[in-house]
């Protein structure tokens, strides 16, 4: 079906960006036996740059398992999972946990892989399903009202339906037609993340999470390394004074890399990136007439510190998914369909909220820029060879706070 047929038609939901937000709605609007159609401004096959969301938690994968059987232990099984972290301090180890290996034969607690890699699991597992893409669709403006939403692309062409699944990402041009800024601030430093390809054969490194907090070959800078399916990630967070072409260009790569990796690794950079990362949560998940569902990053963005942005836009789009059924089962009952979607942004935003808390205290954290939480640190990597408590404190904190019950209740991710 060509997409000009397909827009004049009324659908009775639209998908809009094929990112893990929109393609996890899609899923979940097949899984429900509805139709599901993508509207997606890339062309089919292009290769978004970066690794990005690295780290997947196991409430990801079971809710990608749940979505389409076999989804879920595909993207695990294309992951890695590492069995020991440690954290430094000034170069001296602190903290160390190896965690025993378990074969359960379920699915695994996290997996660790690119984001890119995940996103073509998800696509092929949709076209498995039976969803519908549109590539090399951009949608240009919105248009909603009590009877409906009317998209225009940026050919001109008109897209109906009666209810839309908003995941266009950070820049959501659907956002902006609910009329719902983004709110909450930036970090003041810039950080640096780097990907790099592996090499296992001839510079094997240990499968291993490490933080060095004030890394001594860095010029004090806290560095986070992490291994993922093909690679490994380096994180630099960079002072506020710091000129970050000095770590982005490529001799400044080779010039630092060897100080936190082996020498050879400065040649395998693959990807490279600087963040002043948003903690912001949309004013509002829908628009007034409850007829757009913001998910994913049009409706929030982390710093990436705790995994919570890909995490957290698959139970999004669940949640919309959920909402837009119950909207469609209320029918002309127009009040109780408003009601449905309306419960759906209130419950989002208040796990977005929640989220934005935790990668904020992360990042606070990382920091330390109050004198009494810097001393606090200091205090704990002096005793933290002999006070676990210290030692877990210091090698947990930069992830933010642990999920409790109370917590994954609250979050739901
Ligand atoms: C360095 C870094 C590390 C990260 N690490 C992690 C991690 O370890 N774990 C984690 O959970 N998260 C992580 N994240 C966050 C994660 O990458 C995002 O939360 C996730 O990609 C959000 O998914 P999304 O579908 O909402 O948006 P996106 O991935 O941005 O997808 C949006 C899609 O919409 C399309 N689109 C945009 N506008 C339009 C339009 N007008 N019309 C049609 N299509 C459109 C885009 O082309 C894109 O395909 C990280 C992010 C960064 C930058």
């Not at 963005?301 to 959920?322: E, H, K, Q, T, Y």
Request: net charge positive; glycine share 10%.
């Amino acid at each position: 079906m060509s997409a000009s047929t397909d827009s004049s038609a009324g659908h009775p939901v639209l998908v809009v960006g094929a990112g893990p937000a929109g393609l996890s709605a899609a899923l979940a609007l097949r899984a429900a036996g509805l139709p599901a159609v993508v509207l997606e401004r890339r062309t089919e096959g292009a290769v978004r740059p970066g690794s990005r969301a690295a780290y997947l938690h196991g409430a990801s994968l079971r809710e990608l398992e749940r979505l389409s059987p076999g989804l879920g232990h595909e993207v695990a099984g294309r992951g890695l999972l590492w069995a020991t972290k440690r954290s430094y301090w000034a170069g001296e180890e602190i903290y160390a946990r190896t965690y025993p290996q378990t074969a359960r034969g379920g699915l695994p607690h996290f997996t660790s892989l690119p984001q890119v890699i995940t996103e073509d699991l998800m696509v092929a597992a949709c076209r498995m399903q039976g969803v519908t893409f549109h590539w090399d669709v951009e949608v240009a403006s919105a248009r909603s009202t009590a009877e409906g939403v009317l998209l225009t692309d940026s050919a001109g062409r008109e897209w109906r339906s009666d209810y839309v699944v908003a995941a266009d990402g950070s820049r959501s041009v659907l956002r902006a037609a609910c009329g719902s800024p983004l709110e909450g601030p930036r970090s003041p430093n810039t950080f640096v993340v780097v990907d790099l390809e592996d090499d296992p054969e001839h510079h094997p490194m240990p499968i291993e999470r490490t933080f060095h907090y004030r890394h001594p070959d860095l010029g004090g800078r806290n560095v986070l390394t992490l291994p993922f399916a093909g690679g490994w990630r380096v994180d630099v967070n960079l002072r506020v004074d710091d000129d970050p072409m000095r770590f982005l260009s490529p001799e400044g790569l080779r010039r630092w890399i060897p100080r936190v990796l082996p020498e050879a690794y400065g040649e395998r950079v693959r990807w490279v990136s600087t963040y002043r990362f948003a903690q912001q949560v949309a004013a509002d998940f829908t628009d007034a007439h409850r007829r757009i569902l913001l998910t994913g990053e049009a409706s929030h963005l982390f710093a990436p510190f705790g995994a919570r942005g890909m995490n957290s836009s698959i139970p999004d789009a669940v949640r919309a998914v959920g909402a837009v059924l119950q909207a469609l089962e209320a029918g002309r009952d127009r009040a109780a369909a408003g009601a449905a979607v309306s419960r759906f942004a209130q419950e989002r935003k208040e796990a977005a909220l929640y989220n934005r808390a935790c990668a904020g205290s992360a990042l606070d954290h990382m920091l330390a820029r109050s004198p009494s939480l810097w001393l606090r640190q200091r205090a704990a990597a002096a005793v933290a060879t002999v006070g676990r408590r210290a030692g877990e404190w210091l090698d947990s904190a930069p992830y933010g706070p642990k999920l409790t019950a109370r917590g994954a209740a609250r979050s739901s991710y």
